[in-house]
Every structure is written in structure tokens, then in C-alpha cells.
């Protein structure tokens, strides 16, 4: 795989915070694979996310190098779909499913509303959304959480990204609806030949299906390497630590098929 982003001594700060959210972070990110960025509250994956798509807040500080082998940072929407935690706080309560997933489309893509609205109803059938034409006039609030969240996925891959960022987008949902987007998003980036990047704090989960993991402590990446090989081979306790509380000893280590 060819690099995509080569990240070089990366430190943000917010405000006058004395402790850096993340502390000289050092990562490639490849292009076409699916990476998961692994580890609890306050550990620096969302802060990273963010700094990669440059939605940090105007008060934060960042140092450090981002090399992005188009020679720009992505533009976010169009090089670089989000899909945020919370559906609920991501969509706006008062424009219709379509008139959302149709937006980005007609923005970034110089479509007309009635192009980008057919774009819109063919991004729900996509994300396998009941009645997708029924869906484009429906609000937010009349969609269950797991379509909103699949919603979402429609919306920031409506102008054909090359990047996604799926930032805890599954935390807010129940387990079997965790595994269907897990699936999903697997399923997408395949399709397109897109990289995924999936923020989350359940290493089991990640193991489904990320090509490589990169684990986050406090600010910091512990390890980072294929996810096989980190899983049955982890090289700091904390890793060790993330595996044995997902664990459970009665069945076979949850690793992805064919990883190495």
C-alpha cells in the first residue's frame, strides 16, 4: 500500500491546557486500508481524528507535521467524509433525510438539487435504508438510531470521499446494531476502494475487520502494527490489558480472519 498521510511529531494543546491532548505522535496512515485507532476516554483518538480532517477548535495548538501525498490537507466533505458519535446532534431536526444527504453532493460535486436528490435517495439504498424514498422526506427524530446513524454514513459519502472517518460512530447503539454498521462501513470502503479510519474504545470490535490498529494511552500511541499481529503478540501491558478485559476465555480471541 502506498502512504496516504504521514503524521511526524504531532502534539495538540487546547487553549492554555497545559497537558497536550496528544503528545509527538508518529503514524502512517496507508491508502485503501482500514485502520482502527484504539483506546478509552480522553486517550487522544478524537483529538487526532479531528486534527486530520482540521475540525479542531481555532483555540487549539498543533505541532508537529501532517504529509498528505496529494500535498494538501483533505478538504473535509469532499476529500473527507466525518460520521460523528451522536446522529442526533450531527443531523439538523429540521431539514428532511434528503435535503441532508443531497447537500453535500450538490455542494461538492456542482450537482443541480434534483441530480443531487436522486444521488441522495441512491446513498440510502446504499446503506440499506427501508423504503429509501419514504426516508427523503422523513425527519431526523422519525428514524430510529441506527438509521440515523446510517443517515449519517450517507451523507458524509455523498460526494464520493477517498477518506472516512468514523469517529465512536457506533458507541451510541446497541450491540447488534454496532455489528450491522461495523459491517457496513466495512462493506463501503471495500466497494469504493476507500480508507477507513475507526476511532473507537472496543478493541474487539475493531478486530472484526480493521486491517491494522493503532493503540492510544493518555495523549500518546502505545504500538501500532497489523491487527493479528498486535492482538497475538502485543507488545506493551497496556495492549495486553485492552485484549484481557474483551476477553472471553471460554471462546477464541476475537481476531480477524486472515490477519497477520
Known amino acids: 500500500m502506498s502512504t496516504l498521510c504521514e503524521i511526524r511529531g504531532v502534539s495538540v494543546t487546547y487553549g492554555k491546557q497545559p497537558t497536550p491532548a496528544l503528545r509527538n505522535v508518529d503514524l502512517d496512515i496507508f491508502k485503501g486500508e482500514r485502520l482502527a485507532i484504539i483506546g478509552e476516554s480522553g486517550s487522544g483518538k478524537s483529538t487526532l481524528a479531528r486534527a486530520l480532517a482540521g475540525l479542531l477548535p481555532p ?10 501525498s496529494m500535498g494538501r490537507p483533505p478538504q473535509p466533505g469532499r476529500d473527507l467524509g466525518f460520521v460523528f458519535q451522536d446522529p442526533s446532534s450531527s ?36 446503506v ?7 426516508a427523503m422526506k422523513a425527519f431526523p427524530h422519525q428514524l430510529s438510531g441506527g438509521q440515523r446513524q446510517r443517515v449519517a454514513i450517507a451523507a458524509a459519502l455523498a460526494a464520493k470521499p477517498g477518506i472516512l472517518i468514523a469517529d465512536e460512530a457506533t458507541s451510541a447503539l446497541d450491540m447488534v ?4 454498521i461495523v ?8 466497494e469504493a476502494g476507500m480508507t477507513l479510519i475507526f476511532i473507537t ?10 486491517d491494522r490498529v493503532a493503540i492510544f494511552k493518555d495523549g500518546s500511541l502505545i504500538e501500532a502494527g497489523l491487527t493479528g499481529t498486535v492482538l497475538t503478540a ?22 480477524r480472519e486472515g490477519a497477520s
Not at 177 to 180: G, K
Open 234 to 255: 502485543p507488545g506493551s501491558a497496556y495492549t495486553k490489558a485492552l485484549i484481557a478485559s474483551h476477553r472471553d476465555l471460554n471462546t477464541p480471541p476475537l481476531i
Open 201 to 210: 474504545h472496543d478493541i474487539a470490535l475493531a478486530s472484526g475487520f480493521a
Open 59 to 68: 483555540a487549539s495548538k498543533v505541532t508537529g507535521d501532517m504529509r498528505w
Open 183 to 190: 459491517s457496513l462501513l466495512g462493506e463501503l470502503v471495500r
Open 91 to 126: 443531523l439538523n431536526p429540521v431539514l428532511t433525510i434528503g435535503e441532508q444527504v443531497a447537500e453535500g453532493a450538490k455542494r461538492h460535486l456542482g450537482l443541480t438539487w434534483n441530480i443531487a436528490y436522486v444521488r441522495a435517495r441512491e446513498m440510502l439504498e446504499h
Open 177 to 180: 446494531v454496532q455489528t450491522e
Open 128 to 134: 440499506r435504508i427501508p423504503q429509501a424514498a419514504r
